[in-house]
C-alpha cells in the first residue's frame, strides 16, 4: 500500500511559478515510480508529468519547457515545480505511484492515488 498525500496548490497568477508536493508512505522497500495529473471542471484527467525511480523523466506536450517533476526518495517525496503558468494549467493536480518500468502518463497504469492539490489561474 502507497498513500500519497499532496500539497502546495493555490492560487497563481499567469506567468507565475508554484511548487507542488506529494509525500507519500508506503509499508514496503519497494520503489515506485511517480506521476503527476491534472483535471480541469468538465474535462478528463491527464498525465502531467512522471519520474521513475532512475529520475527518467517523462513530460506532456503541454508542459514540457515549463514544468519539472523532481523526487527526494530521502524525503519520500516528489515535487512539481510550475513555471510560465498558463490559464489552461488550473484545475486539480493528482499524484500518483505506479511500479517502476515503463514510463507512461497513462493514468490506468498507476494504481494509487492521492487526494489532489487545487491549483488555480488568475489573469
Known amino acids: 500500500q502507497v498513500h500519497l498525500v499532496e500539497s502546495g496548490g493555490g492560487s497563481v497568477y499567469v506567468g507565475g511559478s508554484l511548487r507542488l508536493s506529494c509525500t507519500y508512505s508506503k509499508d514496503t522497500y519497494f520503489l515506485y515510480a511517480m506521476g503527476w495529473f491534472r483535471q480541469a471542471p468538465g474535462k478528463e484527467r491527464e498525465g502531467v508529468a512522471a519520474?521513475?525511480?532512475?529520475?527518467?523523466?517523462l513530460y506532456a506536450d503541454s508542459v514540457k519547457g515549463r514544468f519539472t517533476v523532481s523526487q527526494d526518495s530521502a524525503k519520500n517525496t516528489v515535487y512539481l515545480q510550475l513555471n510560465n503558468v498558463l490559464p489552461d494549467d488550473a484545475g486539480m493536480y493528482y499524484c500518483?505511484?505506479?511500479?517502476?518500468?515503463?514510463?507512461?502518463?497513462?493514468?490506468?497504469?498507476?494504481?494509487?492515488w492521492g487526494q489532489g492539490t487545487q491549483v488555480t489561474v488568475s489573469s
Open positions: 519520474i521513475d525511480v532512475d529520475d527518467t523523466t
Open positions: 500518483a505511484a505506479k511500479p517502476p518500468g515503463l514510463l507512461l502518463l497513462d493514468q490506468e497504469g498507476f494504481g494509487y
